[in-house]
């Protein structure tokens, strides 16, 4: 997996705030949408905190281990999947979570099929799709696009 290009990729859909902001259900983040939990040390501090480059770093890092980690339980052949397969996935993981992904049962059986545009379709008959068009579309047009 090109961990340097799925940040490439979350840094265009998550954005990178040095600081400590509410996200779109108003919980404090921070980084690449680093969700802030009760044992980082940045719980409890108020939203405009800065947050060093470093610890955002750190943060994505972890946070990004544990998604491919989701993604491998999900997918248990992600790492034979084509590369921007596994790009899209890990990014959808990122955003959504296991549990939710994991509720995209058509769209696994069409990437376990290998049927790049029916996963695309599934992709976009979702809530997630309407709740974040913008990266919704780029992720659907890019699995559409996925060649073997």
Known sequence: MNVDQLKKDLIQDEGIKLEIYE???GLPTHG???LITEWDEEYGKPVGTPVSEDRVNQCFVTDVQ???QECKHLYSDFDVLPSEA???IANMMYNMGRPRLSRFHK???SVDARDWNEAALQMQDSKWYHQ???RAER???RMKNITV
């Open 23 to 25: 996200d779109h259900l």
């Open 32 to 34: 690449i949408g680093h």
């Open 66 to 68: 544990g998604t491919i």
């Open 86 to 88: 596994q790009l899209i």
């Open 107 to 109: 769209m696994k059986k």
């Open 132 to 134: 974040v068009p913008n």
């Open 139 to 141: 992720l659907v047009q």
